[in-house]
């Protein structure tokens, strides 16, 4: 499968940006997938994900601000993020996931067999 990450762009603090992630070669619905962002000079770190039933999962730092969701008619992911914050400013990079025990691993990179090529979001006024 192919992944697409694009809608990455310069938005104030507090604003709002939504991520799409579209998929292309396998549909979608035969994956979990998640959203991992790489700030400058920082190890690339898990963002959110969404299982394939659309149980969804957050770092501490974005939950009740990001939301994730999937369209499988769309083949298409989201990360809705909003009240955004500098510490937010990274590449935002969507992955596929289709191991059978993926609810623990969701959270690392092994969890996941394919990634897209990143969109930056920049947090900055």
């Known amino acids: 499968v192919q992944l697409q990450a694009f809608g990455g762009g310069l938005v104030q603090p507090g604003g709002s940006l939504t991520l799409s992630c579209a998929t292309s070669g396998r549909a979608i619905r035969s994956y979990a997938m998640g959203w991992f962002r790489q700030a400058p000079g920082r190890e690339r770190e898990f963002v959110a994900a969404?299982?394939?039933?659309?149980?969804?999962h957050y770092r501490p730092s974005v939950k009740d601000r990001f939301t994730c969701s999937r369209d499988n008619a769309k083949d298409t992911v989201y990360l809705q993020m909003s009240s955004l914050k500098p510490e937010d400013t990274a590449v935002y990079y969507c992955?596929?996931?289709?191991?059978?025990?993926?609810?623990?691993?969701?959270?690392?990179?092994?969890?996941?067999?394919?990634w897209g090529q990143g969109t930056l979001v920049t947090v900055s006024s």
């Open positions: 969404i299982s394939w039933s659309g149980i969804t």
């Open positions: 992955a596929a996931g289709g191991r059978s025990d993926w609810r623990g691993y969701y959270y690392v990179e092994a969890g996941y067999d394919f």
